[in-house]
């Protein structure tokens, strides 16, 4: 699914740049996808334009979320998202680039993606579509770290 997903992403500028559903899933089929696949992101892709539609963002977005705030996670959320993937979007929303309704957003496609727990590579990808389906663009260093293989990374 999440290779339907980047082919998605990297052919279509934005969101409301992509195609109705039905006709996306003829040009995915086209470009050599498996059927299964196809389904598994459409039926996704279709619950993220639904929360982004259902969704507004302040523009600006705030630097950052209220002090006085705390997102406390299921169990549900915690066994299928895992420590590494609840840190990395606790990193992005205390760095100031993803606002709470995003946040929330974000989260809810994470529950929908198969996995147990859902890898980094797979929500960097989540939080990506979001970004899109928002018609938003991460800055860049934010885009580099969502992008970054970190699997080659050497630490200091």
């Not at 039905?22 to 892709?45: N, P, T, V």
């Not at 198969?114 to 018609?135: A, C, N, R």
């Amino acid at each position: 699914m999440f290779e339907v997903l980047v082919f998605v992403y990297e052919n279509y500028w934005r969101g409301d740049a992509c195609p109705e559903l039905h006709q996306l899933g003829r040009k995915l089929s086209a470009q050599g996808f498996e059927a299964e696949e196809i389904q598994q992101a459409l039926a996704w892709l279709d619950g993220l334009n639904f929360a982004a539609q259902s969704t507004q963002l302040p523009d600006p977005p705030p630097a950052a979320p209220s002090p006085d705030s705390m997102r406390v996670y299921s169990v549900a959320e915690q066994d299928h998202l895992g420590a590494q993937c609840l840190g990395f979007v606790s990193f992005l929303e205390s760095a100031g680039v993803m606002p709470p309704a995003m946040r929330e957003i974000v989260l809810d496609r994470a529950m929908a993606a198969p996995g147990d727990p859902v890898s980094i590579d797979d929500l960097k990808i989540i939080v990506l579509m979001v970004y899109w389906s928002m018609g938003r663009e991460p800055d860049a260093l934010v885009l580099d770290e969502l992008c970054d293989d970190t699997a080659g990374r050497l630490a200091h």
